[in-house]
């Protein structure tokens, strides 16, 4: 596995490893608010392969409440 792809992996895991504990009784939420943004923010680029050619993230529809 590429390092890109190996550090793409481990960090979406850690991502969804953190929203579980999050939801688990007696969590501690300072630590899930204090942790999840710069988790989030040190999530590499996609490896190539991981989404369909010609995707664009920024394209798609307009949600209720969002500014068109």
């Known amino acids: 596995m590429c390092p ?25 939420l300072d630590f899930v608010e204090a942790v999840s943004p710069s988790l989030a923010a040190s999530l590499p680029e996609p ?11 920024e394209d798609g529809p307009t949600y ?3 500014d068109s």
């Not at 890109?4 to 979406?12: H, P, S």
Request: glycine share 16%; aromatic share 10%.
């Open 4 to 28: 890109n792809c190996e550090d793409f992996a481990r960090t979406v895991l850690l991502l969804g490893q953190l929203a579980l504990y999050a939801d688990m009784g007696g969590a501690d």
């Open 47 to 57: 490896p190539p392969g991981t989404f369909p050619p010609g995707y664009d993230p």
């Open 64 to 66: 209720p409440g969002e």
